[in-house]
């Protein structure tokens, strides 16, 4: 039944992607557009396939600096919501400069990044984690304060301690919150790793998919820039649908705790 939900979900965005492709082709024969200018789906695919080591290869390096964004702004991002919820005057203080993470241009900030820590992964990671932080912050911060009034009473009827109120009531509350920044830092991850790259890179033999499309625009390969574009985007549908699915799981176990309570 959830195979078939699924896929019936699934109809509706491939058939407007079919007619996309489909569109694309029509308009690139109707125009004769240049291949260089706009190549023709059939095109790309043809050189998705003849790069296919190699796209494959770089989305491999992107996910591992998205990855390893997303794990630190997890990490950071959930010790500041846990802050932000425990101390009025941290938040008051602290939270005009997260919403400076967010509002200044990242590839503004990437080339500092270089400068201080140098090029490869590590400038990959920072970038991926800066840009995707945010969500993390605000989501898990929101979860963590909106409490239900009635179980802060019973709470506090019981003499429980803020670490208790913070690790028994808080946390688990939370989660949902905490999810679906998760959702959202996972796109953004990929975006930051990939603009990473355009500044940091991982060297001359290993490109990720930033390296790679900065290669093929400059050298006008723009069927092979359109399929690292497309394994770019697919690579962030994979990460945010895992992201997803582990939320779910996670939500799952925590729903079934709260009917176990009640």
Same mark, same amino acid.
């Given at each position: 039944?959830?195979? %078939? ?7 509706? *965005? ?21 291949? !260089? ?9 043809? /050189? ?5 080591? +190699? ?8 996910? $591992?600096? #998205? ?10 991002? =959930?010790?500041?919501? &846990? ?12 939270? *005009?400069?997260?919403?400076?993470? /967010? ?17 490869? @992964?590590?400038?990959? $990671? @920072?970038? %991926? #984690? ?16 909106? &409490?239900? *009034? ?13 670490? /208790? ?10 989660? *949902? ?8 830092? =996972? ?7 990939? &603009? ?18 900065? /290669? ?6 723009? %069927? !092979? ?22 939320? +779910?799981? #996670? ?12």
């Amino acid at each position: 039944m959830k195979l %078939a939900s699924a896929a019936r979900a699934a109809y509706p *965005p491939l058939l407007v992607f079919l007619g996309f492709l489909g569109l694309w082709q029509l308009a690139c024969a109707a125009l004769a557009l240049p291949t !260089y200018l706009v190549p023709t789906p059939a095109e790309v695919a043809r /050189q998705a396939v003849e790069h296919a080591g +190699e796209l494959a290869q770089a989305a491999l390096l992107t996910a $591992i600096g #998205a990855l390893g964004g997303l794990g630190a702004s997890l990490l950071v991002g =959930g010790l500041v919501a &846990v802050l932000f919820s425990q101390s009025r005057t941290a938040a008051r203080s602290l939270y *005009p400069y997260a919403i400076f993470l /967010q509002t200044v241009p990242i590839v503004a900030v990437a080339p500092l990044i270089v400068v201080w820590f140098g090029t490869g @992964l590590q400038s990959v $990671i @920072l970038t %991926a #984690a800066i840009l995707s932080v945010f969500p993390i912050i605000t989501n898990g911060t929101t979860g963590l304060v909106r &409490v239900d *009034p009635q179980l802060l009473e019973l709470f506090a009827m019981s003499d429980a301690s803020r670490l /208790q109120l913070l690790l028994k009531l808080r946390l688990p509350g939370s989660l *949902p919150y905490f999810v679906a920044g998760a959702k959202i830092s =996972g796109g953004l991850a990929v975006i930051g790793a990939i &603009v990473g790259e355009f500044f940091a890179g991982f060297g001359a033999d290993d490109l990720g998919l930033g390296a790679l499309i900065l /290669q093929t625009s400059g050298r006008l390969q723009t %069927a !092979y820039l359109f399929a690292a574009i497309f394994a770019a985007t697919l690579l962030g549908l994979v990460l945010f649908g895992a992201v997803a699915l582990l939320g +779910e799981l #996670a939500l799952r176990r925590w729903r079934g705790r709260e009917l176990s309570v009640h």
